[in-house]
């Protein structure tokens, strides 16, 4: 038997044990979905890390960072620092104000503030689209993870995403957050001791770094602002992430979780970016396969290879049924008016999301352009007009022609740097060009309020 089959079917097993015991607390007996979408508003700054963490070290965050370190060298350490970044502003304040809104999704900022059901919708359909695609990217990821540990059967592959849906499906919200951390906790463990074990076996190459770094700059110089900017700025308006603020007890949980699984997301930040260059120095070429499962076998043994196997499983699940039920929660909540929703339901919309993400993976092959591609346009659209609603609250009102113009902007800027190449400045010319639209909305198409009108 691969020593990989014991941890790989214990995990999935204990997913969907939790899954079945939260689903007792999941009643779905609100119009809103609170207990199913949000567990009812309870969580503590301990579960709230440990979903933050778990949530963003996915297949993107190690697969991914992995495979692109292997081509671009240490530059590919700013894709997870961006995610380290966005936590950080989460603890700092945002998310904290984020908590106090009691909002049920990102997109009920533009309804609430800016009294537009049709920007609402919008917002919705562009979040359920870049998550969705990220989605998709996990399992790729997790395909991927298979092929590296040599179980190529189709039928693997389907059982496994089949019980991240069921697990997902049965328990809701905080069938998610349990499960995250669990997976959270032992995954982190097996990283730190699959990387400990690889670097005493591993040749010691850093006298090259300074070489490397030079030699890669040609190929990262068009990606290092697209791999910083994208995540960081994502974090601020990705359902998922808001989802957790506004499910968190406290102002004070949400603060305390952002700068703990900042700190931990950044020193895990290295592990696969080691991964990827040390598969670089020693030529280990990875095809279709995971470069980070590569260089664990060539340098390890059968047993560290199915620790680390089963700490890139624990990643990739924990994300994608985070994603799962963000997507979810935006379908049931945005796209559904005036009408109660049973728990029957809400389990079969989040149940036709993972369809759809499994029925996506055959169609895309790289995990990091893929969620960077899903990324791109949401912050694009929606970055500028959602934080601003979120600080003017009340203020934002008026501003609905600002915030149309912004929405409209990003996306011709998007549209416009997808079809003309413009190197770096692409990755910042739709997010500058939203905000200029919201500051031409707020200059000349704002009413005057009647107070000013008088004092005239």
Not at 231 to 253: G, V, W
């Amino acid at each position: 038997m691969d020593y990989s089959l014991v941890p790989f079917l214990a995990v999935l097993a204990l997913s969907f044990i939790v899954g079945c015991f939260c689903s007792k607390r999941a009643k779905g007996n609100d119009s809103k979905g609170s207990d199913y979408f949000l567990a009812s508003r309870q969580l503590g700054w301990f579960l709230l890390t440990m979903t933050f963490a778990a949530t963003q070290i996915g297949g993107g965050f190690i697969l991914g960072t992995a495979d692109s370190a292997a081509q671009i060298g240490p530059y590919a350490i700013l894709f997870p620092i961006g995610y380290c970044l966005g936590f950080l502003a989460l603890g700092l304040g945002f998310g904290a104000k984020l908590q106090s809104l009691q909002l049920n999704t990102a997109s009920d900022v533009f309804e609430r503030y800016y009294d537009s059901s049709l920007l609402k919708k919008i917002a919705a359909l562009l979040s359920v689209l870049s998550l969705t695609g990220i989605l998709i990217a996990q399992a790729v990821g997790l395909k991927k993870f298979l092929f590296s540990v040599g179980w190529t059967d189709e039928w693997i592959f389907l059982a496994a995403w089949s019980i991240v849906i069921l697990y997902t499906t049965q328990g809701g919200f905080l069938a998610v957050v349990w499960t995250d951390a669990i997976q959270g906790l032992v995954m982190i463990g097996m990283l730190i001791g699959a990387c400990l074990f690889t670097m005493y076996t591993a040749p010691d190459f850093s006298q090259t770094l300074t070489n490397m770094a030079s030699i890669k700059w040609e190929a990262a110089e068009d990606k290092i602002l697209g791999f910083l900017i994208m995540p960081f700025l994502f974090t601020f308006i990705e359902q998922d992430m808001l989802q957790r603020c506004f499910a968190a007890k406290s102002k004070r949980a949400v603060t305390i979780a952002g700068c703990l699984s900042a700190c931990i997301l950044f020193a895990l930040a290295i592990i696969p970016v080691y991964f990827g260059m040390l598969a670089d120095e020693l030529g280990i070429k990875t095809a279709a396969n995971s470069t980070f499962m590569e260089v664990v076998k060539v340098l390890t043994n059968p047993f560290v290879a199915s620790i680390a196997a089963s700490a890139i499983l624990l990643a990739i699940i924990s994300t994608a049924s985070s994603l799962l039920s963000a997507v979810s929660s935006n379908i049931s909540q945005d796209f559904v008016v005036n009408k109660k929703l049973s728990i029957t339901r809400m389990k079969a919309i989040t149940f036709g999301i993972g369809i759809v993400a499994l029925i996506g993976s055959y169609t895309a092959t790289n995990i990091l352009s893929c969620m960077i591609a899903s990324y791109e346009l949401s912050v694009a659209c929606l970055f500028v007009p959602l934080v601003m609603g979120v600080f003017l609250q009340g203020r934002a009102k008026a501003l609905l022609p600002a915030a149309i113009l912004s929405v409209a902007c990003g996306g011709a800027g998007f549209i416009l740097v997808k079809a003309i190449s413009l190197g770096w400045l692409g990755d910042i010319m739709p997010l500058a060009l939203s905000a200029a639209g919201y500051g031409v909305g707020a200059v000349f198409f704002t009413p005057i309020p009647e107070q000013a009108l008088e004092r005239e």
